[in-house]
């Protein structure tokens, strides 16, 4: 009986409440609402972000467009301008070209003589080379003079002054510069340089009639004086291997000698001083016997350094005399056998050519 009665109970089904039951279809109802509105949001959120893209990428194709047009029109502006200044150069350069006057028109030049602050210089050709009119016999240097016949051959004024001032007024009257040239055919010009201007000079020419302003590299063409237009001495490089013997002679001491086989040490030391030796502007270019005492360089005072060494299996043979002190002891004299010409070098170079460098060390 009792176990019909459990399984009519649950046969049975209860009925539910009906305000849990609406609560239930209310909720299942919102749910539902709720999930349909974050799927709109979630689409609208997307839209707005594809439309903010839209509007960026249209502001930046915009950005890019000014500064596109921005560029080119900077280019534009700067090949204009660069063609302008290339213009205006030239208009310039043809201005500067139309003013210019040809001063001297002189063919093949045979002698050139100035006179300057610097002294008197003459010049005469003779066989195609440069030499001193009162001194054939010294070798010259003929770049310099080469610079000065081009200056000289074709002076060209940068323009010619109207109605010009008194000569004085441009320092004409007694001129810095007077320079006398004659070329192959007999034709002479003398130039006449006054006061500075600017980068320029005033010039005239023979009777002086006109003043012009130019000679700027005729003026550097004719500044040096006499000894520095010599062509002057030069060393032989000496490899340390290529010596035989080394003498010295003349010191207070006694005469010495070095042989590649017993004194590497001591010739290293003295080709150093070779190697250090350069002869600039000389102190004087052509001394006669009586002068060089006055150098320390005659027979008696002068030491005598004479290096033997073999070039191409040839024995050679570079000697240098070497003279007293100048007068601020930092220098000495010396002259190369066989020259006419006194140069300066370095106490301390000739030590090491002494080799009395080492011996104070030691």
């Known amino acids: ?12 089904e209860f009925p539910v ?3 849990i039951q609406v609560k239930r279809q209310c909720k299942a109802a919102y749910d539902k609402l709720e999930h349909k509105k974050g799927s709109n949001r979630t689409l609208e959120i997307a839209d707005m972000l594809v439309i903010n893209r839209r509007k960026y990428m249209k ?4 950005r890019m467009i000014i500064l596109l047009v921005t560029l080119l029109i900077l ?11 290339d213009r205006e ?13 040809e001063i001297t028109k002189l063919g093949t030049l045979q002698s050139i003589s100035y006179k300057n602050e610097t002294g008197e210089v003459s010049l005469t050709k003779q066989e195609d080379q440069w030499v001193f009119s009162d001194e054939p016999e010294v070798k010259l240097d003929q770049s310099y003079i080469t610079a000065m016949e081009s200056a ?8 010619e002054l109207e109605d010009p001032d008194e000569l004085s007024y441009y320092g004409l009257e007694e001129p810095a510069c007077e320079i006398h040239a004659e070329d192959e055919d007999g034709t002479e010009t003398t130039i006449f340089v006054g006061n500075g201007t600017d980068s320029d000079y ?3 020419v023979d009777d002086k009639e006109k003043v012009y302003t130019g000679g700027s590299s005729l003026m550097s063409a004719v500044q040096y004086e006499k000894k520095q237009l010599i062509k002057n001495d030069t060393v032989p490089t000496i490899g340390k291997d290529n010596v035989t013997k080394i003498t010295i002679q003349g010191l207070k001491e006694r005469d010495v000698s070095y042989t590649a086989k017993d004194n590497e040490d001591e010739i290293g030391t003295i080709l150093g001083g070779v190697g250090a030796l350069s002869f600039g502007e000389c102190e004087d270019y052509n001394v006669t016997g009586k002068e060089l005492a006055g150098y320390g360089l005659n027979k008696k005072s002068r030491i005598t350094l004479t290096i033997t060494y073999k070039d191409d299996d040839k024995e050679k043979n570079f000697c240098l005399y070497i003279g007293k002190a100048d007068d601020t002891g930092t220098y000495r004299y010396v002259q190369v056998k066989g020259s006419n010409i006194v140069n300066k070098t370095l106490t301390d170079t000739v030590d090491n050519l002494l080799n009395q460098n080492q011996e104070k060390e030691e």
Do not use: C, H, W
Request: no cysteine.
């Open 152 to 159: 000289i051959t074709d002076l060209i004024a940068t323009r």
């Open 17 to 19: 409440n009906p305000k």
């Open 89 to 101: 150069e030239e208009r310039i350069e043809e201005e500067e070209q139309a003013s210019q006057v």
């Open 75 to 85: 280019l534009a502006a700067l090949f204009g301008l660069r063609a302008f200044n």
């Open 59 to 62: 502001k930046d194709r915009k």
């Open 1 to 12: 009986m009792v176990e019909e009665e459990k399984g009519i109970d649950q046969e049975m």
């Open 202 to 204: 005033y010039l005239t």
